[in-house]
């Protein structure tokens, strides 16, 4: 296999990783801060890809014009969804949060279905389908934006929890809770802003994704997986593990790809979670607790 | 009240007609037949098997005219799932169903006919591949649908067809298949056969499985393309079939052609929907309806009127085996004169129906209860439709090889 | 603990309500087969096979609170392990039952040593279970011996006799079989829950480190819970084997199955000795029902019966933490008075 063919397969990892770790991001500041193992992540991202598709469809708007008014929305979802339904479970043993998210997601799922059908939807914009031609390599135009848009997202979600009021308040939540609720930080409400803010970037992520693939009202579990894999390998709770671990996913698939038979490509993944798991179960740039 | 002789004797006619006429109603009473339909509504299938239930929906009138037997469906919803398909399965026996139909799924199909199998009741496979269905000695599964080794010999004897037609001589492919239980069931057909032909003289110069459920085929098109393989066999289903497409043009690689030696994608609506100009050219050879044919023709006014929406084109294979898997049915109940099972068992392996939809021969059952009469054809994409290119006597178009480039679509 | 102990224990301890309904329960179960239908066997026989596999989950977790959410690896493991020893050399299921157990016990042994070795536990240690099980799946998709993807068929062969020796047979001999590992999965737990190391599970589960501060080996006990667990759920793969003759990795060791497997012992009850078995019979009846009333009411789009399963799956969570049968027990009068309770931690029911 010549060297271009590899640079090729490699640098198309690489961004369409970036994606993935947007998608991760979301479930990482959730966790970091709440701890609640959101397992209806990937059903929240299809309901963004489907809300891309529609506006799409009925209006012609292109998903990049949807990121912030998806992002909004998703934001007051995730927030009426924590304060509402999740906040009761934040003290409950695992599994009966995890049987509650299940529920949602199995509800998500089957909405999905009934109000869509089971067909696969997608984006298609005029230039879907356009490349870039750097000498022998070829790069996808979409995907350069997307990670583009995955970076620049990320940033301001770096931004926003280093500079901002609310954002001190919400890592002093993480880092300290009994010493944030005994200043007075409300609690409830930050963990609340915090499943939004994490929600608004799976938002984001499914307009983005919208454009890169399809979407069938059964896309969310496998979304849920590789969210959690890319988030265990990268380090719950951190955002550049959560940006790294994605990177790292899209690259070794995209090499397992080259080397082993690309079905088998996601069991490189898995091996790569348990060695994690295994040798530093707080990820790579997690903080050992 | 009375009678007078008179009135007595008219009335005693008159019911000695009703009673020698009774017996004949009640043998039209029972000649609706209960036709328990399987299909995958809904789950990861659900567009298949909604596709094949307007098969099942315009079924029993049309068989109601050509051979007077009426039809009830009872439908059932297998959920994609083997477990569920075989718990329906016997529900609809215990709630009277007579004969089984489905399940397009092959470990489905597997299910229900032991299911079939034990309960003596006859079961007509209409879309299935995998060799096993009807290699397990039932007494009661039929199957009218090609096995995946069937499916492949037809599938490459098209291929020789078709560079004969076109006069090219492709000298290297690569071999690209998903890898679920029908992909790799045709890869295992291709393995045999392939290399037992001496009139495919093309080498295969890679294999190259991908995940079904797979969002992004990059790595597996680059590696494809490093192959500089002539042209690409493909063995998919609808939604990587259509990442694969768009993945190619993005990476700019326009093989002489993508072929399908059998396999379900690149004719479905879509397919077409999706890809617009990019889906032209796409070549499956796979079952098909004649489309010179004259109940062909029937079906599709009755589909064309249940679903003016729609278009037959697009459902031809889950319309056209669903459709002809009741009207084995319907024949065969005629035939037994009975709803047993038994009965209609022995009628089925009797069938031999010439007139039929799907190109091939009279429908007709082997010992194992298997059709190998089934014909493929050569359907190449144009203008957002599938079109026959071959077999020459049933084709709408002439085929085109080597096809024009990504670039240069119109 | 042993079995003659436990069944003084029960003699001397339960109040007899419960042993009563619990012998009147079996009572029916044997003899309901020769009554129904088979439409309505094969129901049981789901049912039963739930309440089996749930019993077995509910050791690692109910007891031990080990949450494991691959649970359809042990499941996929021993059903393929049975099926190939039949397949290719002949082995009855029984002997390749026994392989089979080996098998899953083996893994078990492997994820647990990793697991606990490193000290993982709660999130960690369930996706860690996840990662093995789609990691197995994918593996066995490319396992060309087993079939792969394709799907690997045991030959059945029609009788109308039921030969137990290969398994081979009617509804009627294989709800037998599923009510014989039903009990078993009940026994198993009654005598876990009862016994000596019964008591160090639910320490380990309750606070781990207490528990190790207090000198149980709680390595070797998590150790023995996740053993136990997984051999137990290989029958259940040997049955499923036998009962449905096709395996597809995709179907087997899908995490939707992982899924389905601990819906029931949540449902019923976790950390409850019938909890499980409720749970199976609450999911099955439920699942069958709305199926019914969909059709009925002429509601058959696809899609709905599951959300109105999710809705009660939610309701179930939210109101009725615990599980229904504590609930129930304690309606009826089914708990033990004897034991003094001196926490706020889960009580165990019989």
């Known amino acids: 296999m010549s060297v271009d063919a590899v640079l090729n397969i490699v640098l198309s990892g690489l961004l369409t990783g ?248 996601s069991m490189l993944s898995f091996a790569l979670l348990i060695a994690v798991l295994a040798l530093r179960p707080q990820g790579l740039f997690g903080r050992s607790s | 009240m009375s009678f007078d002789r008179r009135q007595f004797n008219q009335a005693s006619l008159g019911l000695g007609t009703v009673a020698a006429a009774a017996p004949a109603i009640s043998r039209a009473q029972t000649r609706a037949l209960k036709v328990g339909v399987l299909l995958p509504r809904s789950g990861v299938q659900a567009f298949i098997g909604q596709s094949c239930q307007m098969g099942a929906d315009i079924a029993p009138e049309i068989v109601k005219q050509l051979n007077g037997v009426d039809i009830q469906l009872m439908n059932a919803d297998t ?217 062909t023709d029937r079906v599709e006014k009755a589909f064309n009127k249940a679903f003016p929406k729609d278009k037959l084109m697009y459902h031809a294979l889950n319309v056209g085996f669903t459709f002809e898997a009741i009207l084995i049915a319907a024949d065969a109940f005629k035939r037994a004169g009975s709803a047993d099972g038994t009965a209609i068992a022995d009628a089925l392996r009797k069938t031999d129906i010439a007139e039929r939809m799907m190109l091939g021969g009279p429908i007709r059952f082997d010992a194992k209860g298997q059709n190998t009469t089934l014909a493929s054809a050569c359907i190449q994409n144009r203008d957002g439709k599938p079109v026959v290119v071959l077999p020459k006597a049933s084709a709408q178009a002439a085929p085109v090889y080597p096809v024009p480039d990504w670039s240069k679509r119109g | 603990m042993k079995l003659v102990d436990l069944f003084q224990d029960w003699l001397t301890q339960s109040p007899a309500r419960s042993r009563n309904a619990l012998l009147a329960l079996l009572a029916v179960l044997l003899v309901l087969p020769l009554g129904l239908d088979r439409y309505l066997t094969s129901i049981l026989i789901l049912v039963l096979y739930f309440a089996f596999v749930g019993q077995a989950w509910n050791i690692m977790m109910g007891f031990c609170g080990q949450l494991s959410l691959g649970h359809a690896l042990y499941v996929g493991l021993g059903a393929y392990t049975s099926a190939a020893l039949f397949h290719h050399f002949g082995v009855i299921p029984w002997l390749g039952a026994i392989v089979a157990i080996g098998v899953c016990v083996g893994v078990a042994s492997l994820i647990g040593w990793l697991a606990f070795r490193f000290g993982i536990s709660g999130t960690y240690f369930a996706l860690l279970t996840i990662a093995f099980a789609e990691f197995t799946r994918i593996g066995f998709d490319h396992f060309g011996w087993v079939g792969g993807s394709g799907g690997f068929f045991l030959k059945v062969v029609q009788q109308d006799q039921s ?134 009411t002429g509601h058959e789009i696809p899609g709905v019966k599951q959300i109105l399963y999710g809705v009660a799956l939610a309701v179930v969570i939210m109101f009725m933490p615990h599980g229904i049968w504590p609930r129930i027990a304690a309606r009826f009068g089914f708990e033990r008075q004897a034991r003094p309770k001196t926490d706020a931690s889960e009580q165990d029911h019989a």
């Open chain 1, 18 to 265: 970036l994606v993935y770790g947007l998608m991760a991001l979301g479930l990482s500041v959730i966790y970091g801060v709440v701890r609640i193992v959101n397992f209806a992540h990937g059903e929240l991202m299809a309901v963004a890809m489907y809300a891309a598709v529609v506006a799409f469809a009925t209006a012609g708007i292109d998903p990049l014009w949807m990121l912030l008014p998806v992002a909004g929305v998703f934001f007051g979802l995730g927030y009426a969804l924590q304060r509402g339904l999740i906040n009761p479970f934040i003290h409950r043993p695992e599994h009966a949060q995890f049987m509650l998210l299940m529920a949602v997601a199995l509800i998500l799922v089957n909405g999905l279905l009934v109000v869509f059908g089971p067909d696969a939807l997608s984006v298609q914009v005029d230039y879907s389908l356009d490349s870039y031609a750097l000498g022998p390599i070829i790069i996808d135009k979409v995907r350069v934006i997307c990670a583009s848009v995955a970076l620049v997202a990320c940033a301001a979600l770096f931004a926003i929890f280093r500079f901002t009021a609310f954002g001190k308040a919400i890592r002093a939540c993480a880092d300290n809770l009994l010493g944030a609720e005994v200043v007075g930080l409300n609690v409830k409400h930050l963990y609340a802003v915090t499943f939004g803010l994490g929600t608004a970037c799976v938002g984001i992520a499914g307009c983005l994704l919208s454009m890169l693939g399809d979407v069938t009202p059964n896309s969310g579990p496998a979304f849920t997986l590789l969210a959690f894999v890319i988030v265990i390998i990268g380090g719950l709770g951190s955002m550049v593990g959560a940006l790294a671990g994605g990177v790292l996913i899209g690259m070794s698939e995209a090499v397992a790809g080259l080397l082993i038979t690309p079905s088998a490509k």
């Open chain 2, 79 to 295: 959920e994609s799932n083997v477990e569920v398909a075989r718990s329906r399965a016997e529900k609809l026996i215990n709630d009277g169903a007579q004969i089984l139909v489905g399940p397009f799924d092959s470990g489905a199909a597997i299910a229900i006919a032991q299911v079939a199998e034990q309960r003596k009741v006859p079961f007509v496979v209409n879309i299935a591949a995998a060799p096993q269905i009807t290699e397990q000695g039932y007494k009661y599964t039929f199957r009218n649908f090609p096995t995946s080794v069937d499916l492949i010999r037809n599938g490459l004897a098209l291929y020789r067809d078709l560079f004969q037609a076109t006069n090219a001589a492709p000298r290297t492919a690569v071999f690209m298949h998903v890898n679920d239980t029908f992909g790799q069931a045709n890869r295992k057909a291709i393995e045999a056969i392939l290399p037992r032909l001496d009139y495919l003289p093309f080498k295969v110069l890679d294999t190259i499985s991908y995940d079904p459920a797979a969002r992004d085929l990059s790595v597996e098109v680059a590696k494809a393309k490093a192959t500089k393989a002539d042209f690409i066999m493909l063995v998919s289903r609808l939604n990587d079939a259509i990442l694969l497409v768009r993945e190619l043009v993005k990476q700019r690689w326009s093989p002489q052609a993508i072929m399908s030696p059998g396999s379900p994608g690149m004719y479905e609506a879509q397919f077409y929907k999706a890809l617009g100009k990019y889906s032209d050219y796409c070549i499956s050879n796979v079952p098909w309806y004649d489309p010179k044919g004259a109940l």
């Open chain 3, 163 to 296: 030969d137990w020796l290969n398994l081979r047979g009617g509804p009627t001999m294989f709800y037998y079989l599923a009510l014989a590992l039903a009990v078993l999965g009940f026994v198993v737990s009654a005598l876990v829950l009862h016994g000596r190391a019964g008591y160090f599970f639910r320490a380990i589960r309750d606070n781990e480190e207490a528990a190790r501060a207090a000198g149980v080996d709680t390595f070797r006990y998590k150790m023995i819970a996740v053993q136990l667990s997984a051999g137990l759920t290989a029958l259940a793969g040997v049955f499923f084997a036998f009962f449905y003759n096709n395996l597809f990795p995709e179907q087997i060791f899908n995490m939707g199955r992982s899924i389905e497997i601990i819906l029931a012992p949540i449902i019923g009850g976790v950390g409850t000795l019938f909890g499980p078995v409720l749970g199976a019979a609450v999911l099955t009846l439920l699942s069958e029902g709305l199926t019914h009333v969909l059709a009925a």
